[in-house]
């Protein structure tokens, strides 16, 4: 494989290991608990290791929304059936088991059996919480069990230096950028995408939408909804039970609201990179919407107790730490707020703060949203550390350290 060029370091353009790392083979573990995204980073991780020249396994118990996710698959991954291994089911080089989904007893059996033992590690959620760089490349020795004498690893994704990074593919940045060139400026109408959990704010935001006036967006706005929770609250708002079908167009005054189908996770990235503000749920379109280099506002899976506002706060220091000295101080109270109040921490915005940020939406608010993607986005990536971690536990790599000490 040729070597690549990359641009400096300080561009915030690298997205490509400067040599391609030496061939392993991979299994990852997934199980789907709720919603999509579970899968939605198993299979972006996949993947990406794939396009980096490893043998991938991806091992889950419910493949069905990779027909709609990835209808295509991709070269170099194989899906397999969660299922206690056929003899022939050699563990690989690195295990992965995402999101503690314990890989079947039988498998992990094999895995201690393994002349040389695997590399297992654990990926875990994405936070901006202080535990992650506390608990990342922790490891945990197994005592007893089916996996007896093997280690294994917490591995965090995060935001900082000393996590593990963020997904994204070498030359994402820059594709999403040539996109949105192609595109060209300001397509008449405003677009929002709209992802969400059951959120108590959505109805100020349409009747905000509604009302916005002329002179202020004269195009109209284009609302995108995804199918789900967004099409269910946005169609009982309408006055109506059932969601139309996938395509259809309903428009109220001078907004129109589309109702989308499933799309690709390709798709979902494009839909993201031409919108004018993305609202997103979860972690994996959390990160997607930040390398979109758009305003957007993220409602957190929500928890009964509370800790998804933890979370939240977790993120928006980091979040406004990042965009620090960036000119976005008209809007930051806003959207700080709005932010808050998207994740039920605040009663609702009022139409007039909706409509403050609307018409920041290609203003400041773009700017401090590319500024804050191109800030990210020169950290490592979280392929780029997975792979950096496993040269740095080969066997060989792993018993020469352990000589030296
Ligand atoms: C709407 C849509 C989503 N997607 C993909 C993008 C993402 O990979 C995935 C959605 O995942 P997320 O953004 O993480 O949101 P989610 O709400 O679906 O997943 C969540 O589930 C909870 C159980 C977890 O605890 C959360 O951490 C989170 O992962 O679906 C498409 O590919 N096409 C689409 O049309």
Request: with cysteine; net charge negative; glycine share 8%.
């Amino acid at each position: 494989m040729p070597v690549q060029t990359i641009p400096p370091a300080s561009s915030g353009l690298v997205s490509a290991p400067p040599q391609a790392p030496p061939c392993r083979s991979w299994d990852i573990f997934c199980r789907v608990i709720d919603n999509h995204g579970d899968l939605g980073v198993c299979w972006r991780l996949a993947v990406d290791l794939a396009q980096r020249g490893q043998r991938v396994r991806l091992w889950i118990d419910d493949a069905s929304a990779l027909a709609w996710m990835a209808p295509t698959g991709a070269n170099g991954v194989s899906v397999r059936p969660w299922a206690e291994p056929s003899v022939d089911d050699v563990p690989g080089d690195a295990v992965i088991e995402a999101f503690g989904c314990d890989p079947p007893a039988g498998f992990v059996e094999r895995m201690a059996q393994r002349g040389v033992a695997p590399l297992w590690i654990n990926l875990e959620y994405l936070s901006a919480e202080a535990y992650v760089a506390r608990s990342h490349r922790l490891q945990s020795p197994q005592w007893s069990g089916p996996g007896r004498g093997l280690t294994k690893w917490f591995f965090y994704p995060g935001f900082t230096p000393d996590t593990g990074g963020l997904l994204r593919e070498p030359g994402l940045i820059e594709r999403r950028r040539l996109h949105q060139a192609a595109a060209g400026d300001g397509a008449e109408a405003l677009v929002i995408t709209l992802f969400c959990y059951a959120n108590a704010a959505l109805p100020s935001l349409l009747d905000a939408l509604v009302d916005l006036p002329d002179t202020a967006q004269p195009g109209g706005v284009r609302l995108k909804v995804t199918p789900g929770w967004a099409a269910t609250q946005v169609v009982r708002w309408l006055g109506s039970t059932e969601a139309p079908d996938a395509g259809t167009v309903v428009r109220r005054g001078r907004l129109d609201i589309e109702f989308l189908p499933y799309l690709s996770q390709a798709g979902f990235d494009e839909l993201l990179w031409r919108s004018d503000l993305n609202l997103v749920r979860g972690e994996d379109s959390l990160v997607r919407a930040l390398w979109a280099g758009r305003p957007m506002l993220w409602q957190v899976y929500p928890q009964d107790d509370g800790a998804h506002l933890r979370k939240l706060d977790a993120f928006l220091q980091r979040y406004f730490g990042v965009a620090d000295g960036l000119d976005m101080a008209a809007v930051r109270l806003d959207v700080q707020q709005v932010w808050q109040a998207w994740n039920g921490a605040e009663s609702p915005p009022s139409v007039a703060q909706w409509h403050r940020l609307l018409a920041a939406l290609r203003g400041d608010w773009c700017r401090a949203s590319e500024a804050v993607c191109g800030r990210l986005s020169a950290r490592p990536d979280l392929t780029s550390s997975l792979l950096e971690f496993a040269a740095d536990h080969t066997p060989e790599r792993a018993g020469a350290a352990d000589r030296l000490e």
